[in-house]
T-cell receptor
Framework: DAGVIQSPRHEVTEMGQEVTLRCKPISGHNSLFWYRQTMMRGLELLIYFNNNVPIDDSGMPEDRFSAKMPNASFSTLKIQPSEPRDSAVYFC??????????????FGQGTRLTVV | AQSVTQPDIHITVSEGASLELRCNYSYGATPYLFWYVQSPGQGLQLLLKYFSGDTLVQGIKGFEAEFKRSQSSFNLRKPSVHWSDAAEYFCAVVRVGSARQLTFGSGTQLTVLP
């Protein structure tokens, strides 16, 4: 398996522009998570999906942020409009939620977003 | 509130020396426990995990961790550090029965001296 795949790896955009980050989870995993990593706040959970349904988006900082999971193999995190304080590394992770099996979260390589 | 504490922001050790990174958690019940490592510019790689059973768990790259319920701790250890171990280490917890969303500690940056 190729693991969790995120694109792009790096994104530089101007303030006010729309940014879309993409994630392909590991095949067969039914939980997907978006995390953000900054120096000030460390790693924080933004939103997670279970079976393509958003379960908890309380970590999404503002209405400018939105996430979708149209199918089991794809998710997007969109920021519109972007601001310099959104600059961070965004990680996607997936895991298998199964009552009979414990699995950990597997992380993608992250997308480093810079908003200038 | 649930929380994970890594009291050491930065640790420096000499190559070949032993290592212990501290992690304490604050939860109503014993959670699932993890250690992840992040090399510069990379994602997070799982070193080891504790779900239940033997409180001393072995991980990759020669790391181990011991769960101590009485101390609410899950410290990471390695008997002999290699230069390639220089990275940032994160302790994380998952509430049992949850959807596996992780709560991370603030991380410990490890520097290895030649």
């Amino acid at each position: 398996d190729a693991g969790v795949i995120q694109s792009p790896r790096h994104e530089v955009t101007e303030m006010g522009q729309e940014v879309t980050l993409r994630c392909k989870p590991i095949s067969g995993h039914n939980s997907l998570f978006w995390y953000r990593q900054t120096m000030m706040r460390g790693l924080e959970l933004l939103i997670y999906f279970n079976n393509n349904v958003p379960i908890d988006d309380s970590g999404m900082p503002e209405d400018r942020f939105s996430a979708k999971m149209p199918n089991a193999s794809f998710s997007t995190l969109k920021i519109q409009p972007s601001e310099p304080r959104d600059s961070a590394v965004y990680f996607c992770a997936s895991s298998s939620r199964d009552r009979t099996k414990n699995t950990e979260a597997f992380f993608g390589q992250g997308t480093r977003l810079t908003v200038v | 509130a649930q929380s994970v504490t890594q009291p050491d922001i930065h640790i420096t050790v000499s190559e070949g020396a032993s290592l212990e990174l501290r992690c304490n958690y604050s939860y109503g019940a014993t959670p699932y426990l993890f250690w992840y490592v992040q090399s510069p510019g990379q994602g997070l790689q799982l070193l080891l995990k504790y779900f239940s059973g033997d409180t001393l768990v072995q991980g990759i790259k020669g790391f181990e961790a011991e769960f101590k319920r009485s101390q609410s701790s899950f410290n990471l250890r390695k008997p002999s550090v290699h230069w390639s171990d220089a990275a940032e280490y994160f302790c994380a917890v998952v509430r049992v029965g949850s959807a596996r969303q992780l709560t991370f500690g603030s991380g410990t940056q490890l520097t290895v001296l030649p």
